[in-house]
Nanobody, 124 residues
Framework: VQLQASGGGLVQAGGSLRLSCAASEGTFRTYATGWFRQAPGKEREFVAA????????RYEESVKGRFTISRDNAKNTMYLQMNSLKPEDTAVYYC??????????????????WGQGTQVTVSS
């Protein structure tokens, strides 16, 4: 499984960005996929995921209503649309694939494949 994240950048608070994660063929049929982020000095944390069952989505509480995760199976690409960005969203964002139990979709250690990360910086 190969994952490559892109789309990060510098944006003002209140702005939007769309992250993309290009995946190798078959990844979405086999694995749950998600986005995580890591701010300087902090642990990597869950942002959003698409589970294997029927494309069910899950979000970290602070991004609900602002971020949307989606996948285009034909393009083998996952997206994270981020709106109403806040300075506290500043982090390196990673896409990941794995087979967590449905109740453990937010557990970093249960995702075995990771992209290289893309920097998102939100200025105030």
């Amino acid at each position: 499984v190969q994952l490559q994240a892109s789309g990060g950048g510098l944006v003002q608070a209140g702005g939007s960005l769309r992250l993309s994660c290009a995946a190798s063929e078959g990844t979405f049929r086999t694995y749950a996929t998600g986005w995580f982020r890591q701010a300087p000095g902090k642990e990597r944390e869950f942002v959003a995921a698409i589970l294997r069952s029927h494309g069910v989505t899950r979000y970290e509480e602070s991004v609900k209503g602002r971020f949307t995760i989606s996948r285009d199976n034909a393009k083998n690409t996952m997206y994270l649309q981020m709106n109403s960005l806040k300075p506290e969203d500043t982090a390196v964002y990673y896409c990941a694939a794995g087979r967590p139990a449905h109740s453990a979709y937010d557990q970093t250690g249960l995702y075995h494949y990771w992209g290289q990360g893309t920097q998102v910086t939100v200025s105030s």
